[in-house]
T-cell receptor, first 115, second 113 residues
Framework: ETGVTQTPRHLVMGMTNKKSLKCEQHLGHNAMYWYKQSAKKPLELMFV???????ENNSVPSRFSPECPNSSHLFLHLHTLQPEDSALYLC??????????????FGPGTRLTVL | AQSVSQHNHHVILSEAASLELGCNYSYGGTVNLFWYVQYPGQHLQLLLKYFSGDPLVKGIKGFEAEFIKSKFSFNLRKPSVQWSDTAEYFC???????????FGAGTRLFVKA
């Protein structure tokens, strides 16, 4: 079982659709993250959850809505997206925070295309 | 605001050549520093990290990086690259005690066999 899994791996949706991305981590970590990876741009942090509480919202538009029902699962609910939202969405998890040089473990990503 | 700058967007090397990828960051406080690698078709994964102690850090597959605090740099090195090192490399910085990790734009390395 790989550490961080994401489904679906590919998603094509229209601008009026509602869809959700799912992330699951099997590492016993207590923090989870959503990132957006666009071509020729740095990885952009979107949201961070620690112990199921949102601790970081990096000025993300409200058409992206995260949900963290427990420490192993993270969702990203999508509605009325724009074509410029097409990107690779990466989920990551980490153990603790702060002073331990806390690295993140990444999932394979969901390749999203908005038509 | 924190930022991470990777100087080279694309690097092409022949096998056995030496590698150095530059990374500079802007942040005045105490930081944790990372290099991540993404091999073709694979997940982003940690190559090495620095959080305290010896500023010369050894990672997997013969990679190392040196933290030079006075220069705000964390350059990645490998004495002799292999074709299998072809990948994209990301430098990242995180302030200690925080959650936010800032990534550089990445450097695509292509190693010719």
């Amino acid at each position: 079982e790989t550490g961080v899994t994401q489904t679906p791996r590919h998603l094509v949706m229209g601008m009026t659709n509602k869809k959700s991305l799912k992330c699951e981590q099997h590492l016993g970590h207590n923090a989870m993250y959503w990132y957006k990876q666009s071509a020729k741009k740095p990885l952009e942090l979107m949201f961070v959850y620690s112990l199921e509480e949102r601790v970081e919202n990096n000025s993300v538009p409200s058409r992206f809505s995260p949900e963290c029902p427990n420490s192993s699962h993270l969702f990203l609910h999508l509605h009325t997206l724009q074509p410029e939202d097409s990107a690779l969405y990466l989920c990551a998890s980490s153990q603790d925070w702060g002073f331990k040089g806390n690295e993140q473990f990444f999932g394979p990503g969901t390749r999203l295309t908005v038509l | 605001a924190q930022s991470v700058s990777q100087h080279n967007h694309h690097v092409i090397l022949s096998e056995a050549a030496s590698l150095e990828l530059g990374c500079n960051y802007s942040y005045g406080g105490t930081v944790n520093l990372f290099w991540y690698v993404q091999y073709p078709g694979q997940h982003l994964q940690l190559l090495l990290k620095y959080f305290s102690g010896d500023p010369l850090v050894k990672g997997i597959k013969g990679f190392e990086a040196e933290f030079i605090k006075s220069k705000f740099s964390f350059n990645l090195r490998k004495p002799s690259v292999q074709w299998s090192d072809t990948a994209e490399y990301f430098c990242a910085v995180r302030n200690t005690g925080g959650f936010k990790t800032i990534f550089g734009a990445g450097t695509r390395l292509f190693v010719k066999a």
